[in-house]
């Protein structure tokens, strides 16, 4: 069953008009109201946020809602989705709530709802907070939530400190010094532009950074892992030996070897789990991918005698299956990278420290690490649209009847976090897959009347 707001991660839209701080407001009411039922008294939350201008309108709305419900919201400001995932797993909250719309431009937010355990939020949570936000109360008796009094009412602390302690559970995952190492940081003017540096440098690294002079309205704008040539630039000027770009709120991850050559989610995926047989810790020699990621990818692990188990798009999917399936690790070409013996979701420093460890130990550059992986040729687009179901009509037989005649896959989707079609075309030939892409983007676009 699909949900109304919440897509593949969280409710996302324009700040002010589609996620606005009367959502925020009932969002932390329904979920105030739910937990302490569930607990029989008086329940936590953790609220995180990005750096964006509307964050902090949403980020009091929330705990506007969580207290009145007689819920103690926890509020760690600018920190990371992980991080919020982390302190919710490992401080024993009973949800944990983060505040961002991710690689989005500025102007959109979002709210993304974690359960105890820091993974998604179950579904039938997420249908509880859609009924109240369209203002349906029968699954809550007929009649609108009660309001705590008295003792029963909530509170807001100030949780820097869970924060610091992501921090110092990120520099304990390495076992090795960065020390002589040249490494570049893009932090997407986001949630990691601060906790990076301070990671890399605790670890011995002589860094670089941009994309860490947040002022609200330039997050991802020309910097981060969806504008990789600002940090391509920066390891080339540099003569740096590698280079990290994260998204505005640090879940995703792609990395710049030492050449300048870019590093996405698959080959991050292909040398991890080659780096993690070496050690013996691949459990049944398997990880996870998802229909996007790239047919090469899948190819490689099988010449390394690594099975490739394909799901679904978003990192929930790519969670869900590694638990189903017993997979340590998964991942999506995004750079969203799941290594589960660390966290239950992905997480754009861990990513980093891990490709890290595996350049370390193997005492050999990044470009080397990437030897035995060959990609096959795909293009991919985005087709901007204002009503997704009538742009996808007719497109699945018009995919299918390509596929026949070129000789290639297709996977086309509407997003789940933004308002376009995502289109992509793999095959051997180039030149087929730029046609293919080419004719569906332009029947897309014929079906929205552009």
């Known amino acids: 069953m699909s949900n109304k707001y919440f897509g593949t991660d969280g409710f996302r839209g324009e700040a002010g008009v589609t996620v606005t701080a009367l959502h925020a407001y009932r969002v932390g009411r329904v979920l105030g109201w739910y937990y302490s039922k569930k607990t029989g008294g008086k329940c936590r939350a953790v609220i995180g946020k990005d750096t964006r201008l509307s964050s902090y309108m949403l980020e009091y709305s929330l705990a506007s809602g969580l207290t009145s419900s007689g819920c103690d919201a926890y509020i760690m400001h600018v920190t990371t989705t992980p991080s919020v995932s982390f302190v919710t797993r490992c401080d024993g909250f009973d949800c944990g709530i983060m505040v961002s719309?991710?690689?989005?431009?500025?102007?959109?937010?979002?709210?993304?709802?974690?359960?105890?355990?820091?993974?998604?939020?179950?579904?039938?949570?997420?249908?509880?907070?859609?009924?109240?936000?369209?203002?349906?109360?029968?699954?809550?008796?007929?009649?609108?939530?009660?309001?705590?009094?008295?003792?029963?009412?909530?509170?807001?602390?100030?949780?820097?400190?869970?924060?610091?302690?992501?921090?110092?559970?990120?520099?304990?995952?390495?076992?090795?010094?960065?020390?002589?190492?040249?490494?570049?940081?893009?932090?997407?003017?986001?949630?990691?532009?601060?906790?990076?540096?301070?990671?890399?440098?605790?670890?011995?690294?002589?860094?670089?950074?941009?994309?860490?002079?947040?002022?609200?309205?330039?997050?991802?704008?020309?910097?981060?892992?969806?504008?990789?040539?600002?940090?391509?630039?920066?390891?080339?000027?540099?003569?740096?030996?590698?280079?990290?770009?994260?998204?505005?709120?640090?879940?995703?991850?792609?990395?710049?070897?030492?050449?300048?050559?870019?590093?996405?989610?698959?080959?991050?995926?292909?040398?991890?789990?080659?780096?993690?047989?070496?050690?013996?810790?691949?459990?049944?020699?398997?990880?996870v991918c998802t229909s996007m990621s790239n047919g090469g990818l899948i190819k490689s692990l099988e010449n390394a005698d690594i099975t490739a188990v394909i799901c679904g798009v978003g990192d929930k999917a790519v969670c869900d299956t590694m638990a189903k399936t017993g997979a340590v690790l998964g991942g999506e070409r995004s750079g969203h990278v799941v290594f589960s013996k660390y966290e239950s979701t992905g997480d754009g420093l861990v990513t980093a420290i891990m490709v890290m460890e595996a350049v370390v130990e193997s005492k050999r550059p990044l470009s080397e690490l990437l030897k035995g992986y060959k990609s096959f040729p795909q293009i991919c687009a985005d087709v901007p649209v204002l009503d997704k179901t009538a742009a996808m009509c007719g497109i699945a037989e018009l995919a299918a009847s390509l596929e026949k005649k070129l000789a290639l896959r297709t996977v086309v989707r509407p997003s789940g976090t933004e308002r376009v079609i995502r289109v992509m075309a793999e095959g051997e030939s180039e030149e087929n897959c730029a046609l293919a892409c080419k004719l569906i983007t332009s029947a897309i676009s014929e079906n929205c009347g552009n």
């Open 101 to 287: 719309a991710s690689h989005n431009p500025y102007y959109d937010n979002g709210i993304k709802l974690l359960n105890d355990k820091g993974e998604k939020m179950d579904d039938e949570v997420i249908r509880l907070v859609e009924s109240y936000l369209d203002g349906d109360f029968a699954p809550f008796g007929g009649q609108d939530l009660p309001f705590a009094r008295g003792k029963d009412i909530g509170r807001t602390v100030d949780y820097i400190s869970g924060r610091n302690r992501y921090t110092g559970h990120l520099i304990s995952l390495s076992t090795c010094s960065y020390k002589g190492l040249r490494i570049g940081l893009d932090g997407a003017n986001g949630s990691a532009f601060a906790i990076a540096r301070n990671v890399f440098n605790a670890l011995g690294a002589k860094t670089y950074v941009i994309g860490d002079t947040p002022d609200g309205t330039n997050v991802n704008s020309g910097v981060g892992s969806t504008n990789i040539n600002a940090l391509k630039d920066l390891v080339l000027s540099q003569s740096l030996d590698i280079g990290f770009a994260f998204d505005g709120d640090a879940d995703r991850c792609i990395a710049v070897d030492g050449g300048g050559n870019v590093v996405t989610g698959d080959e991050i995926v292909y040398l991890s789990a080659l780096y993690l047989k070496s050690r013996g810790e691949l459990a049944g020699n398997k990880i």
